[in-house]
């Protein structure tokens, strides 16, 4: 069984919480796949994080 370990929330940029953004690599996106939903640090509501698809190398871009 795979377990998906999300990337912390806090950490992220505007970016990245509004799903313009990869949350894992920072890049911006063109094709992407969806990482679920995580509680947005900023409101009570939760946002969905997107990542490259099919895969990124999953470093933070800067």
């Known amino acids: 069984?795979?377990?998906t370990v999300?990337?912390?929330p806090a950490r992220l940029t505007g970016d990245q919480l509004r799903g313009w953004?990869?949350?894992?690599?920072?890049a911006r996106l063109y094709r992407?796949?969806?990482l679920g939903?995580?509680?947005d640090p900023y409101t009570s509501e939760y946002v969905?994080?997107?990542a490259c698809?099919?895969?990124c190398s999953?470093?933070?871009?800067r």
């Open 6 to 8: 999300f990337p912390d």
């Open 53 to 55: 698809a099919p895969r």
């Open 58 to 61: 999953g470093r933070r871009a």
């Open 37 to 39: 939903l995580v509680p």
């Open 1 to 3: 069984m795979k377990t």
């Open 21 to 26: 953004a990869c949350a894992l690599c920072g």
């Open 32 to 34: 992407d796949r969806s």
């Open 48 to 50: 969905e994080l997107w």
